[in-house]
């Protein structure tokens, strides 16, 4: 069963100073304290206001020195509680919260409880009190946001960036860190979208917002709570340029969209590899999705055909491409790179790219999978496409990079030579003597 520090703190994040109230609160009404109980939830809820009070701006249409006296007052022992009573009820010159008057009039009810329990009048309080009242908090903490605080928060973010305003060496996470005290959690995602407008207001190059953009959405993740990174999920997925840019620079963030299957295809089917993208970005987010479980069993031959033409050894670490071998990445290789440009006029291009950057990709298919007639043919088609290629680009007389790489592992692997032999020989296939050449038949 979950305890009620718990279950607040999945909802709202909660300053260090609340936490002992509300874990004596609940010790308290385990052990049918009840009053106890009631007294130490209040003061646990005005501390929590008090947080957001003390990291507040001063609230529109309240004058500034009125405030910092406000400040002052929250911040002594004996008035913080007092303050922070008057400050929800206030409404003239402007209110500090702006919530309804029906809620106001539950904050006073709820002090009126908690005087009985203090000053232990007659009043009955049994279980249902304390439990009414966690409840209201379950239910209004987010409420009570400070007037004002969101744009004055969104405005400072927005500033950080700025050098003419923030010293290059000022840290981020305190900002961020104050997003769930003074933003509302139905005013979240409005907000993300007004941080992104204000950074691409004040700088001119793509990547630079884009960079600047992916580094508050990373912290926010990092630094606060479920219910604003709940928030951040529903904006990035109906902001599709912000998800894409913001994953090919944190792929490992793609568990975000675990309960969003139709974002995860409409990202591996239609945003990775498309266009002028970074296609060494987007195979680092496809592996990602691989690797989360993100892309159903019955969709990875699609998804892992779309990305195949762009993947390159070099740019895949041991475990990446361990990700990929286990997800069939490399199943039937060879037919694969042969439909590599089918019907366009580059296609010899195309898998001639495909073969110089991942030579290591197809030895370790030649020496992990059993050797069919079309594995032969096709490495045989594909050597003399390369060759054909390579004269045309090359007048030294030189071997396509697959000669050498072929040649080096069936030295290595003479049993695999043997069985590639045996079936050209069946077949009446001639093999490419760069790969299969007289100098080392006899060790076999």
């Known amino acids: 069963m979950k305890t009620l520090l718990t279950r607040i703190q999945e909802i709202f994040p909660l300053p260090e100073e609340t936490i ?23 003061i646990g809820w005005g501390l929590a206001l008090r947080a957001r009070l003390l990291r507040s701006a001063c609230p529109a249409g309240i004058n500034s020195k009125q405030w910092q006296k406000n400040l002052a007052k929250l911040r002594r022992e004996d008035s913080w509680d007092h303050e922070v009573f008057d400050l929800v009820q206030q409404q003239k010159p402007a209110p500090v919260f702006l919530v309804s008057e029906d809620l106001r009039h539950q904050v006073r009810y709820w002090k009126d409880r908690r005087n009985d329990c203090a000053h232990f009048k007659t009043n009955e309080i049994d279980h249902s009190h304390v439990e009414s009242f966690w409840q209201f908090i379950f239910s209004n903490l ?3 946001v400070p007037n004002g605080s969101t744009a004055s928060l969104q405005n400072e973010i927005i500033l950080y960036f700025d050098l003419n305003v923030t010293p290059p060496d000022t840290p981020l996470d305190p900002i961020i860190e104050r997003i769930p005290y003074c933003v509302d959690t139905d005013e979240l995602v409005k907000f993300f979208e007004g941080v992104v407008t204000g950074i691409s207001s004040i700088f001119d190059e793509d990547y630079r917002i884009n960079r600047l953009v992916n580094r508050v959405l990373d912290t926010v993740i990092r630094v606060t709570n479920d219910s604003t990174v709940n928030a951040l999920k529903d904006f990035l997925v109906t902001s599709e340029n912000c998800l894409v840019n913001f994953l090919r620079e944190f792929p490992q963030h793609v568990i975000l969209l675990e309960q969003n299957p139709q974002t995860v295809r409409c990202l591996w089917r239609k945003h990775l590899f498309s266009g002028f993208s970074g296609y060494h970005n987007d195979m680092k987010v496809f592996v990602a999705l691989l690797r989360a479980d993100l892309i159903p069993q019955e969709e990875k031959a699609e998804a892992n055909s779309k990305a195949f033409p762009y993947v390159r050894e070099d740019s895949l670490s041991l475990e990446d491409e361990l990700t990929l071998k286990q997800n069939d990445f490399f199943a039937d290789v060879f037919q694969k790179i042969g439909r590599l440009g089918a019907g366009t006029s580059i296609g010899i291009v195309e898998k001639n790219r495909w073969v110089e950057g991942n030579i290591k990709i197809i030895c370790w298919y030649l020496e992990s999978h059993e050797i069919s007639v079309q594995t032969v043919r096709m490495m045989c088609v594909l050597y003399d496409q390369e060759k054909r290629l390579h004269e045309l680009l090359h007048e030294d007389g030189s071997e396509p990079e697959m000669s050498a790489g072929l040649y080096m592992f069936f030295k290595s692997n003479p049993s695999k030579r043997q069985e590639i032999e045996k079936i050209a020989q069946h077949e009446k296939l001639t093999l490419p003597e760069a790969i299969f050449g007289e100098v080392d038949r006899e060790e076999s």
């Open 142 to 144: 987010g409420k009570f």
């Open 20 to 42: 002992i109230p509300f874990q004596e609160a609940e010790t308290c009404y385990r052990a049918g304290a009840y009053r106890a109980a009631l007294l130490f939830s209040y």
